[in-house]
């Protein structure tokens, strides 16, 4: 079974400054996608990037990057250019690339505990 | 156009008590998902279903079970409710299929059993 794991509970950043949340997965699949995720206190949660697995290229997503090391087995998100906006929990999730067995899908996704993102004027 | 909407909110239940749990998927999305968010326990999958049926299934007791209908609208029950079981449930809804498939998440139904 495959773990996600988030070793801050919680981050605080200065507003305009960067800050980059940690995550690491545990794994025996070579074929996956990773997510990070934003809560938003009493909000939908939303998507805020993705990586392939198979991409060796880290994604960018205008202020939001990440640092993919498939061999390390770990996928951090830097927040740049750090807003109000930003302060919410954030999740890292992994998801399997294969289709399940008997006709079952790969749409599950296994969720770090999260780490609470403050924002300090 | 709409997102993900989740119905009730908020409800408050017993213990021993059953709950149904509703939630309309964005239109067009195929699949939905459910997810149980507790402080303890982090997010952690329940089940999936796609054209009325069960795709995958998480680690969770019998007491917890779904159902899609034509529409692709689904309904979660827990029967039987247990204080562990007070959670925020999510629901997600998606295209379906087998590509990475953004899942659109609904502010969630938040359940207290007493």
């Known amino acids: 079974a495959q773990t996600v794991t988030q070793s801050q509970p919680e981050m605080s950043v200065q507003e305009a400054e960067t800050v980059t949340l940690s995550c690491t997965y545990d794994t025996s699949e070579s074929d996956y996608y990773l997510f990070w995720y934003k809560q938003p206190p009493s909000r939908q949660m939303i998507l805020v990037i993705r990586q392939e697995a198979y991409k060796q290229q880290n994604a960018t997503e205008n202020r939001f990057s990440v640092n993919f090391q498939k061999a390390a087995k770990s996928f951090s998100l830097k927040i740049s250019d750090s807003q109000l906006g930003d302060a919410a929990m954030y999740f890292c999730?992994?998801?399997?690339?294969?289709?399940?067995?008997?006709?079952?899908?790969?749409?599950?996704?296994?969720f770090g505990k999260g780490t609470l993102l403050t924002v300090n004027p | 156009k709409a997102g993900v909407t989740q119905t009730p909110r908020y409800l408050i239940k017993t213990r021993g008590q059953q709950v149904t749990l509703s939630c309309s998927p964005i239109?067009?999305?195929?699949?939905v998902s459910w997810y149980q968010q507790t402080p303890g326990q982090g997010l952690q999958f329940l089940f999936e279903?796609?054209?009325?049926?069960?795709?995958n299934k998480g680690n969770f007791p019998g007491r917890f079970s779904g159902r899609q209908f034509s529409n692709s609208r689904s309904e979660m029950n827990v029967s039987t409710l247990e204080l562990g079981d007070s959670a925020l449930y999510l629901c997600?809804?998606?295209?379906?299929?087998?590509?990475?498939?953004?899942?659109?998440f609904g502010e969630g139904s938040r359940l207290t059993v007493l």
């Open positions: 239109s067009g999305h195929r699949s």
């Open positions: 999730a992994y998801r399997s690339a294969k289709w399940g067995d008997s006709g079952g899908s790969n749409y599950k996704l296994t």
């Open positions: 997600a809804s998606s295209r379906g299929g087998a590509d990475t498939g953004e899942l659109f």
């Open positions: 279903y796609f054209s009325e049926t069960q795709r």
